[in-house]
């Protein structure tokens, strides 16, 4: 099932206010959801999610919809499905956020090694 943008912001919403309000402090930009899919810069097939930003506009978390909607139509998502990836990708951006805040980089880390596992079992691929 493929939920409309309006029914996601809706829900990711519901998400975000369920946080802890201490999560938002610094985060001038807050939660944005996009309705453009985006993906990795040297792969397209490798949709991204979310983005954690801190740049010249400030600190603001970004989440694309239709990267989600390309999924949820691909491996025909149920709106828990919905519920569990923006769930999960709110949780992880909020991650890089508290680990930027506190000077730490382990999430970053994390994310590095998995790029590096998926780039060597596309080398082992081909």
Request: with cysteine; proline share 3%.
């Amino acid at each position: 099932m493929v939920l409309t943008f309006d029914e996601v912001a809706q829900l990711l919403d519901e998400i975000a206010d369920s946080f802890p309000q201490e999560f938002y402090e610094h985060l001038n930009g807050g939660v944005l959801l996009l309705p453009e899919a985006d993906s990795h810069p040297d792969t397209p097939d490798l949709l991204t999610m979310g983005l954690y930003c801190h740049d010249m506009m400030g600190r603001y978390i970004k989440i694309f919809y239709g990267s989600m909607a390309q999924l949820a139509k691909n491996e025909k998502w149920t709106r828990e499905d919905w519920e569990d990836e923006l769930w999960g990708t709110l949780s992880h951006e909020f991650t890089h956020h508290l680990e930027g805040l506190a000077g730490e980089r382990a999430l970053e880390i994390k994310d590095e090694i998995q790029m590096d596992e998926y780039w060597d079992s596309k080398r082992r691929e081909d």
